[in-house]
C-alpha cells in the first residue's frame, strides 16, 4: 500500500474498479424488492395462502386503490353525479385490474367510496406512485366542497414510495456533509477530511454493485430499508477505520523521516485492530442469516459486503492516498519527526488521572445510571407501527383512512382472505359470518376443488384488535371442516411479519451476543475481559432503548415502535460498537506486557480515547441523519444507534471499561499468562505518570516490535 510505485497501481486499480461499478450501483433501487409478502419467511400461514391464491388465479400484483369521497353536511346530487363520472373515468385506466366497484354510499349519507384495482406490474410501489398520482387528479377535480382522498394498500403505497423518493442520493449528501464538518472540526485541515471522505464513496459504489449483482443473479432480498441502512454503514463504519488508520499515520510521521516507513508501521500496528473490528462487525451481521424474516436475513449479508468492501478500500486505498499526498495534507498542523505527541497530556489522560483513585466507585456509580436508564425500556411497546404512525405528518392515504373509518366499516380494500377446500366452503364462511371483528362475508369463490372466502374486517386493518380477529379466526378454524383453512391478507401479512421478527428478537441477539464474546476471547486471549466487555455492552443497549423510549414518547410523539426495532439497534450498538472495545483493550493488552494492566488501562485510554470519541461522533451523526426522513422507523433507529454509540463511546467505552480495567487490574486477563504480569510500582506521591512518547527513531534504523514498546501512547 506504501510502496513507492505500488501507491499509483492502487489508486489507478480502485478509480477504475469505482468507474466500472458506478452504472451497477445506480441500478440497485431497480433490485429493491418492496413488497411486505416478500419479507416473510414462505412458511408463514399468510405467505402460504397468497401462493395459494395465486395458484387460483389471483395475480399477486393487483392492488386496490380506495378513493373516499366525503362532505360533512351530505352528499349533494351533484356530488353523486361527479363520483359516478369518476367510476367511468377510472374504468379506462390502463393499469385497471378488473372493475371499479362503486360508488358505494355510507349510511350516514356523508361520504361514498370507489374501489379500484390497478396493476403496476412488477414495478412494485415505485411503479404505483404515478398511476396513484393519476387517479387523485382524477378524484380530486369534483364539485368544490366534496373532498377526495386516495387511499387503501394502493394509496399507502404511494406515499411510501414519495416518502423513499430520492432517498439515496439524498441520504448520501447529508451523511457526507455531516461527516465532512466532523472531520474538519477533528483534524482542523482544510484538506484531509478529503482523503476518507472520497476513499468511502469509492467503498459505497463497490459495495452497491456487489449487492446489486446478488440481488440480480443470487436472489438476495434488498429493500428500500436495507439499502439506506447500506448506505449509512459504509459511510460512518468507513470513515471510523479511517481516524484509526490516520491517528496512527500521524502518530507515526512523528517517529519515521519517512512517510512511506511511516505508513507501513501505522498499517502494521492499527492494521490488526482495525481488520479485527471490521471481521467481528462482519461476523455479527452475518448471524442476521438466522431471522425468519427474508427482509433481516437479506440485510447481513448486504451489510457485511458493505464493512467488508470498506474494509478492502480503506486498508489499501486511503494508504495510498496519504503517502501520495505527503505530510503536507495534515496542514496546518504538519506531524514533523520528533515534534510532541498532543494524547501524551490531553482530555482522556486528564480523565484517566481523575478515575486512577477511585476505579470502583466510578464503575458503580455509572452502572447504577446505566441501569436507571435501562428500567425504562420497559415501557417501549414494540408491537409495530400502524399506518398513521409509520409517517411523519399526514399523507393523503392516512387522512383517507381517518376519514373512512368514520363512514365505513374499517377494512374497506383490505379484506381478510380464507383459503379452503371446495367441500368445506360453507362451513368455514358460517364460520368467518359468526366471527367475532367480522364485519361481512362475501359469497365463496369455488375454483375446481378450493374455495376462495372474502371478508371485511370491522376494525382498521393495521389495529390490535385486526390482529385479534386474526388471531382468533384462525384458532376458531382450525376446528371447522378438515382444520386446513388458511387466513391470508395484508392483516395477516402484517401479523405475521411481527410474530417472526419477535421471534427474531428472542433468537438472533443471544447469538450475536456468543459470537462477539467468541471473537473478543481470541482476540484477547483471556475470559474475565471478554465477559466484562459483554456485560457492558448489554448494558449500554439497555440504556439506549430506555432512554429512546422517552424521547419517542415525548419528543417524537410515538409510543409504539417496529416489532424489528430492538433486534436492528442491538446490531448495530453491538457489532458497530464493539469496534470501540477493541480499539481500546487491544491497546490496553498491547501496554500490559510491558507496564501491568493499570498502567496500560491508562496509557491506552489517553492514546485510544480521543480517536474513539471522534469515530463514535461520526457514526453517530451518520444514522443521527437517518432521523431527516419522514418515516417513523427510520427516525427512530437513527435516534437509537446515535444515542447508543454516543453513550458507548463517551461513558461505557472510556469511563466504564476504564474503570473497571483498573479495578480488576491483571485478573482482566486471565487465564492467560498475562494475568500474572504485576504492575508496575505507582510513581512517589506527588510525581504525576510520565504519558510522554519515546524519543524519534533514528532514520533507518529497523525497530523490532518488541523494542517498539514505550510507556507512552501510540494511538489505537
Known amino acids: 500500500m506504501s510502496g513507492r510505485r505500488l501507491k499509483w497501481v492502487i489508486l489507478v486499480f480502485w478509480v477504475v474498479l469505482a468507474a466500472v461499478c458506478a452504472p451497477l450501483a445506480g441500478g440497485l433501487t431497480d433490485q429493491q424488492d418492496n413488497d411486505i409478502a416478500s419479507w416473510l419467511p414462505g412458511d408463514a400461514e399468510s405467505t402460504v395462502a397468497l401462493e395459494r391464491q395465486i395458484a387460483l388465479g389471483s395475480d399477486p400484483d393487483v392492488v386496490p386503490a380506495v378513493i373516499v369521497y366525503e362532505r360533512a353536511d ?16 377510472l374504468g379506462q385506466l390502463d393499469a385497471l385490474d378488473g372493475t371499479v366497484v362503486g360508488p358505494i354510499p355510507s349510511e350516514d349519507g356523508q361520504a361514498a367510496q ?46 411510501s414510495s414519495e ?12 451523511a457526507l456533509g455531516v461527516v465532512v464538518l466532523i472531520l474538519l472540526f477533528t483534524y482542523r485541515s482544510p484538506v484531509l477530511w478529503i482523503l476518507p471522505i472520497f476513499s468511502a464513496v469509492i467503498a459505497l459504489f463497490c ?3 456487489v449487492v446489486y449483482l446478488l ?11 436495507s439499502a439506506s441502512i447500506l448506505t449509512v454503514l459504509v459511510v460512518g463504519a468507513g470513515t471510523d477505520y479511517a481516524l484509526l488508520l490516520i491517528a496512527r499515520y500521524r502518530e507515526e510521521l512523528r517517529l519515521h523521516a519517512d512517510r512511506h516507513e511511516a505508513m507501513t508501521e501505522a498499517v502494521h500496528r492499527a492494521g490488526p485492530a482495525v481488520l479485527a473490528s471490521g471481521g467481528t462487525v462482519i461476523l455479527g451481521m452475518l448471524c442476521l442469516v438466522a431471522a425468519d424474516m427474508n427482509s433481516t436475513r437479506g440485510l447481513g449479508p448486504v451489510a457485511a459486503i458493505g464493512v467488508a468492501v470498506t474494509l478492502l478500500v480503506l486498508m489499501t486505498l486511503l494508504p495510498a492516498l496519504l503517502v501520495i499526498c505527503g505530510r503536507w495534507v495534515f496542514w496546518p498542523v504538519r506531524p514533523s519527526l520528533g515534534s510532541p505527541e498532543p494524547t501524551a497530556t490531553g482530555l482522556w489522560a486528564r480523565v484517566g488521572g481523575l478515575i486512577k483513585p477511585r476505579p470502583r466507585a466510578v464503575w458503580l456509580v455509572t452502572c447504577a445510571l446505566l441501569l436507571a436508564a435501562s428500567f425504562a425500556m420497559f415501557g417501549l411497546n414494540a408491537k409495530g407501527l400502524t399506518a398513521a404512525d409509520s409517517f411523519r405528518g399526514t399523507p393523503e392515504s392516512i387522512q383517507g383512512d381517518a376519514v373512512a373509518l368514520e363512514h365505513f366499516p374499517g377494512a374497506a380494500g383490505n379484506p381478510v382472505h380464507v383459503l379452503t377446500s371446495a367441500d ?16 361481512s362475508v362475501a359469497e365463496p369463490q369455488v375454483i375446481g376443488s378450493d374455495a376462495l372466502i372474502e371478508a371485511e374486517l370491522a376494525d382498521a386493518p393495521d389495529s390490535q384488535a385486526a390482529y385479534a380477529t386474526v388471531e382468533s379466526l384462525r384458532s376458531t378454524l382450525d376446528d371447522v371442516g378438515d382444520g386446513a383453512a388458511l387466513v391470508g391478507g395484508n392483516t395477516a401479512l402484517n401479523l405475521d411479519v411481527q410474530t417472526a421478527s419477535q421471534r427474531d428478537n428472542l433468537v438472533i441477539i443471544p447469538l450475536i451476543m456468543l459470537v462477539v464474546l467468541a471473537v473478543l476471547a481470541v482476540l484477547l486471549r483471556a475470559v474475565v475481559a471478554p465477559l466484562i466487555l459483554i456485560a457492558t455492552v448489554v448494558l449500554s443497549y439497555g440504556a439506549a432503548l430506555g432512554l429512546s423510549a422517552l424521547i419517542f414518547d415525548w419528543v417524537v410523539g410515538v409510543e409504539t415502535t417496529d ?9 448495530f450498538l453491538v457489532a458497530l460498537g464493539i469496534d470501540y472495545n477493541i480499539f481500546l483493550m487491544t491497546r490496553v493488552r498491547e501496554e500490559a506486557f510491558d507496564h501491568g494492566t493499570r498502567r496500560a488501562a491508562l496509557v491506552g485510554l489517553a492514546a485510544t480515547g480521543g480517536v474513539i470519541t471522534s469515530a463514535g461522533l461520526v457514526l453517530a451523526a451518520t444514522f443521527a441523519v437517518l432521523a431527516t426522513l419522514p418515516l417513523t422507523f427510520t427516525i427512530q433507529l437513527g435516534i437509537a444507534v446515535a444515542l447508543g454509540v454516543l453513550l458507548d463511546t463517551i461513558v461505557v467505552r472510556s469511563v466504564l471499561v476504564t474503570a473497571l480495567t483498573l479495578d480488576v487490574g491483571r485478573w482482566m486477563w486471565w487465564p492467560s499468562k498475562l494475568a500474572h504480569r504485576l504492575d508496575e510500582p505507582e510513581p512517589p506521591a506527588g510525581q504525576a505518570d510520565d504519558l510522554r512518547l519515546p524519543t524519534p527513531r533514528e532514520p533507518g534504523r529497523e525497530v523490532s516490535p518488541s523494542a517498539d514498546r514505550s510507556p507512552g501512547p501510540r494511538g489505537p
Open 74 to 89: 351530505g352528499l349533494t346530487a351533484a356530488d353523486t353525479e361527479a363520483i359516478a363520472d369518476d367510476a367511468a373515468a
Open 114 to 159: 370507489l374501489i379500484v384495482p390497478i396493476n403496476p406490474g412488477s414495478g412494485g410501489w415505485e411503479a404505483i406512485a404515478p398511476i396513484v398520482d393519476d387517479i387523485r387528479a382524477e378524484a380530486s377535480d369534483g364539485p368544490d366542497g366534496l373532498s377526495a382522498y386516495v387511499t387503501g394498500p394502493a394509496g399507502q403505497a404511494a406515499d
Open 163 to 174: 416518502a423513499f423518493s430520492g432517498l439515496d442520493s439524498t441520504l448520501l449528501l447529508a
Open 207 to 209: 459495495a452497491q454493485a
Open 215 to 225: 440481488a440480480r443473479y443470487a436472489d438476495l432480498t434488498v429493500n428500500a430499508q
Open 424 to 439: 368445506t366452503a360453507d362451513d368455514v364462511a358460517d364460520a368467518v359470518a359468526a366471527a367475532d371483528g367480522i364485519a
Open 563 to 571: 416489532s424489528s426495532f430492538p433486534l436492528f439497534v442491538f446490531v
